[in-house]
């Protein structure tokens, strides 16, 4: 058989699109909380992080200690839940116990149903929250819903906070649904049940925010989100809210659900939206095991971000599957002890290392692309596999710089690595 030479005429597939994200959807930006802890959701700003509590809010020790720990790993937002007159009570014990700690992101009530009661009962809650997050479906019931909507909105007014109008699938506005539904039945050419539920949730979140500013709330005051569980259904819904809005848009896909079905299912419909332009801050709606770490739902959040490439927030660890290349478990390990010590050092590097999150590591199983991948990151190392010999070269700027052996290979790497972000990030650093 003869093959026909290549040459350099063969043509190359089109690709369609390469040039990454698209341009952001413009919105009102909304500046959240005061001082140190202020941020700005929307208006072209950074994609903010953000994330909820699940402790009882009048459990004031439990709820600082998870808000602390949910602001430490980098959430740039806190939400509680107020749901009762303990609750509002607890709010400004809170907001004083985490200003003592030098906690200072902005705290977020969440209102259901009766919002509207404990704002009026509790002005410190109401002066102490820095934005309420209120659901258009259930802040009342027929002859109820203006004025207890309005109640809230007031409060906001008065106390110069931002409201976060937060429709949601599991709790849509029924006197809507069901009068969209009744016109639907009637029109000559009907749309599916769900595309009704899509544009129910949609004008639920918009004309909320349109009755807002009627009644006398900013327009930089106002966030809309509008939460489905499922991630063709999300990604439709912020895509009709984009459109036809200007209003800062929080993301998320709720009741994700558990372990890595709610981080694959948040991270494939917010990525899509953010890659179209399309989200202002994000929230990644994880259900921890029983006795979990609340904080994973930020590191998902910051992951996503920064793998997307929309913001830096720690170093990133490049490590191979591994493989048959790979029978010891060696590799497995050094790779998690990198990736824990660069956490648990992060809070401490970050003041005395500006730009050490832009830093790329890569811990490599084999030399099939251990070499490669290493001389592709700030530092490197490529473990010897199964029948190699025992030693492991470390790249440094895309250059060999030495070659570890022996037992002590993991502390001798992470010294490297502590050394070279000295050189680089630290104080004497050529910048
Ligand atoms: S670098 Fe080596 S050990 Fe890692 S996946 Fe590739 S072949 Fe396997």
Not at 164 to 186: P, V, Y
Not at 272 to 292: A, H, K, M, N
Not at 352 to 369: D, K
Request: one cysteine or more; charged letters at 20%; glycine letters at 10%.
């Amino acid at each position: 058989m003869t093959y026909a030479p290549m040459t350099t005429a063969v043509p190359l597939p089109q690709v369609a699109d390469a040039s990454g994200p698209a341009k952001r959807h413009r919105t009102v930006g909304v500046r959240v909380g005061s001082g140190k802890g202020a941020v700005l959701v929307g208006g072209g700003a950074p994609i903010v992080v953000q994330s909820m509590t699940n402790t009882d809010t009048a459990d004031i020790e439990a709820t600082v200690r998870q808000c602390a720990a949910l602001a430490r790993a980098g959430s740039e937002i806190v939400r509680i839940t107020v749901d009762r007159e303990e609750a509002a009570a607890a709010v400004p014990h809170i907001r004083d116990r985490l200003a003592k700690m030098g906690v200072v992101a902005p705290l977020v009530g969440d209102f259901h149903y009766n919002g509207h009661t404990l704002l009026a009962n509790h002005p410190a809650c109401a002066e102490a929250l820095d934005k309420y997050r209120v659901n258009p479906g259930n802040v009342g019931f027929r002859d109820k819903k203006d004025s207890q909507f309005s109640a809230i909105v007031e409060q906001a007014i008065r106390h110069g906070k931002a409201v976060r109008i937060g429709a949601n699938w599991g709790s849509l506005d029924q006197e809507l649904l069901t009068a969209l539904m009744d016109a639907n039945a009637k029109s000559r050419t009907p749309l599916a049940a769900d595309a009704v539920t899509r544009e129910a949730m949609a004008r639920s979140a918009i004309w909320s925010a349109e009755r807002a500013e009627e009644i006398g709330l900013a327009r930089d005051r106002i966030i809309l989100s509008a939460k489905v569980s499922a991630v063709q259904e999300l990604i439709a819904v912020y895509r009709m809210l984009a459109a036809r809005c200007d209003y800062a848009l929080h993301l998320g896909l709720t009741e994700a659900g558990m372990g890595s079905k709610g981080v694959v299912a948040s991270s494939a419909a917010m990525g899509v939206l953010l890659q179209q332009g399309i989200g202002d801050t994000i929230r990644v709606s994880l259900t921890p095991e029983p006795g979990g770490d609340r904080t994973v739902e930020v590191t998902v959040a910051q992951e996503l971000l920064q793998t997307m490439g929309f913001r830096t927030f720690a170093p990133l660890v490049a490590a191979c599957p591994g493989c048959g290349r790979t029978t010891s478990t060696v590799f497995q390990e050094l790779a998690r002890d990198i990736q824990n010590h660069i956490r648990d050092e992060m809070p401490a590097w970050k003041s005395r290392y500006p730009g050490v999150e832009n830093l790329n590591v890569a811990v490599m199983g084999c030399i099939v692309n251990g070499p490669g991948e290493s001389k592709h990151a700030d530092i490197g190392i490529s473990l010897p596999g199964t029948g190699e010999t025992p030693a492991a070269p470390v790249f440094i700027d895309g250059k060999k710089a030495v070659t570890l052996r022996g037992a002590g290979i993991a502390d001798a790497f992470k010294a490297l690595v502590g050394e070279y972000i000295e050189k680089r990030f630290g104080a004497g650093a050529a910048r």
